[in-house]
């Protein structure tokens, strides 16, 4: 590629809206430019790099057994509703209607989908097993888009859904995915961490992230530096949102009833900093006259630790730090009550715009809340994380992501817990039967009978990954790109292209060798000043550089950079193809 014929457009300074170093970097390099909020344009120079991101992911996805389709962005309502997630996902999704005023969503992912392709066409269990996968746009309209492609509302992902016989089979497809995505990872050039997530309803261990290690992650690891043991709390997310909680109820306390009934109270009375992870329940109270007949229900949304025990909670046996205890008679609360206090949609409450001081007791760690909503039916008080449609536990299953700090045992016992930020880049996950059996979805077995599929989903985010990669390689002039997802490999920077045939000749010569040799490689012709160009490339971030000058030709020498190097050093050209080859 000749620099002239491609696209360059960089800024001197970052636009004011850019937080971080992934963003305001992917800004000034021109790798993207936005559009609206979470709706970014991906550059010529950007894309790159996505291509080859996306390069990776498909052959490691390819050798590991994976297939490649398509499926439509636009879909139609009724798959989401055959499983309910049109109705329970929350705000993420984008529902719209057509001419025809028949509803439809944008996919933010595509279980429905393919679980309806696999019921039409994985007739026999001898079409097992199988994984699909797809590059594809997403679009969730999330609540607070930020860090540019970091966190987009449309964005690309790679998502994969294994289809299995049996439990034991579906595990051997997760553990494949498993192996394939820490050697996508190792091959993307990154530093990360596998760590284990949350499997909600599903429950069991088979949730992984895969978390590049950045101190700007929206994500908290805790991990046991002398054994395996790493898991994520979600820590920085959820300490925002309960402190936008604590607010919120907080200004109501003047329309509240007396009492110790703020989430901050609460939380105050426990001896809880807001900062650790808690869980919360919403339960109600009812008072009842002479005659047994309810006059009057509370509903309250109460904190616990993480650690207490929530049968105990629920049993009114906690004991609050004032020693008040919860008193029994403890029930959950119903949806109308919910939607009362909440003001909020019937079967949603979303996690912030609290209107009414609530108790909170809970049923998963606040760290854990950043996503969800709540509903409720006359059987009780559910929450649903809009984690995509992989339900929460009910209260009794919440698993061991508790209420932890540095220097706390780790739960496998081999040494202490350090926490460290993350970037989620990627999550494999087991499914089960959940959506095979909403949507009725089977196989026919060797013994001739129906059997739901067992499946798994995997993701990556695929732009995600830019700025997480960003997050951490860059210094003060720029981007330092790994060698396998650089928008170029090599940059040649002649100076005095436009005046010295010399340089001209040596410049265009290596350049043609080194396309012959495949090298993916740039050559500077803009006649550019040096300073300028040399910036310019620091700034987009080219691992390797060559500049060639009247003066060193004359001697037969280059000079030769390696981004991440303190200084050049001189080259013989004759070398040249040998050191970039
Ligand atoms: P997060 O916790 O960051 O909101 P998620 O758990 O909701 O992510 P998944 O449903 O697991 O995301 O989707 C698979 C992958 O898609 C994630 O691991 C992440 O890399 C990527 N991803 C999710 N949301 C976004 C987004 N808004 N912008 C860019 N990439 C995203
Ligand atoms: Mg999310
Ligand atoms: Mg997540
Ligand atoms: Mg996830």
Redesign the pocket.
């Known amino acids: 590629m000749k620099a002239s014929q491609f696209f360059i457009s960089t800024l001197k300074e970052a636009p004011a809206d850019a937080e971080i170093a992934s963003h305001k970097l992917m800004m000034r390099a021109g790798l993207i430019r936005k559009l609206g909020a979470g709706l970014y344009n991906y550059m010529p120079m950007g894309l790159r790099v996505i291509r080859k991101v996306e390069a990776i992911i498909r052959d490691e996805l390819n050798k590991a057994g994976c297939v490649e389709l398509v499926m439509p962005v636009v879909q139609p309502a009724e798959l989401w509703q055959e499983t309910g997630r049109f109705e329970k996902m929350g705000d993420e999704l984008l529902r719209f209607k057509d001419r025809h005023d028949r509803d439809f969503v944008i996919q933010p992912?595509a279980e429905e989908v393919i679980t309806d392709i696999a019921r039409q066409e994985l007739r026999s269990y001898r079409a097992l097993p199988k994984n699909f996968y797809q590059i594809q746009t997403k679009f969730?309209d999330?609540r607070r888009p930020r860090f540019g492609?970091?966190?987009?509302r449309e964005?690309t992902?790679k998502d994969a859904y294994s289809f299995d016989r049996d439990v034991e089979a579906a595990g051997k497809s997760y553990d494949a995915m498993y192996a394939a995505y820490t050697r996508i990872f190792e091959r993307l050039g990154l530093q990360f961490r596998a760590v284990a997530a949350d499997t909600g309803a599903i429950g069991g261990d088979r949730s992984h992230?895969f978390q590049v290690i950045a101190d700007t992650g929206?994500d908290a690891i805790v991990y046991c530096p002398t054994s395996d043991y790493a898991a994520n709390i979600e820590l920085a997310e959820a300490v925002s949102l309960l402190a936008e909680r604590a607010a919120a109820a907080e200004a109501c306390e003047k329309v509240a009833t007396p009492g110790k009934s703020t989430c901050a109270d609460v939380a105050a009375l426990l001896g809880l900093p807001l900062s650790r992870t808690v869980k919360s329940l919403v339960l109600a109270t009812d008072e009842t006259n002479e005659a047994g007949e309810i006059v009057k229900s509370t509903v309250w949304l109460l904190l616990v630790r993480g650690d207490h025990d929530l049968n105990e909670v629920k049993a009114g046996k906690l004991q609050l730090a004032d020693g008040s205890g919860l008193k029994a008679g403890f029930r959950f609360a119903t949806e109308k009550e919910i939607v009362a206090h909440f003001g909020c949609k019937p079967g949603y409450l979303g996690p912030i715009g609290l209107k009414q001081p609530v108790k909170v007791i809970a049923d998963r760690t606040v760290a854990n809340m950043a996503?969800w909503v709540c509903g409720a039916n006359e059987e009780g008080f559910h929450i649903r994380g809009v984690?995509?449609g992989r339900d929460l536990p009910e209260p009794d299953l919440v698993a061991d992501i508790r209420n932890v700090v540095e220097g706390d045992p780790s739960p496998d016992g081999q040494g202490v817990l350090a926490i460290q930020r993350g970037i989620?880049?990627?999550?494999v996950f087991y499914l089960g039967t959940k959506y095979s059996k909403a949507m009725d979805a089977t196989f026919l077995d060797v013994d001739g009978k129906p059997k739901h599929f067992e499946m798994g989903c995997y993701?990556?985010?695929v732009?995600?990954i830019l700025g997480a990669a960003i997050e951490q390689r860059h210094d003060e002039r720029g981007i330092l790109w790994p060698d396998a997802i650089a928008p170029f490999t090599v940059v040649i920077c002649p100076v005095g292209y436009d005046r010295s045939d010399d340089v001209k000749q040596a410049a265009d010569r290596l350049y043609a060798d080194l396309v012959a040799d495949g090298v993916d490689v740039i050559l500077d012709d803009r006649g550019e000043r040096p300073g300028a160009m040399f910036a310019d490339w620091e700034l987009i971030g080219v691992p390797h550089r060559v500049v060639l000058g009247d003066k060193g030709l004359k001697e037969g020498l280059a000079e030769y950079q390696g981004r991440g190097d303190a200084a050049a050093t001189k080259v013989p050209v004759a070398e040249l193809l040998a050191t970039l080859r």
């Open positions: 992912t969730r999330e492609i970091m966190r987009g964005f992902m992230e929206e996503d984690n995509w989620e880049v990627g999550h993701g990556i985010g732009t995600r």
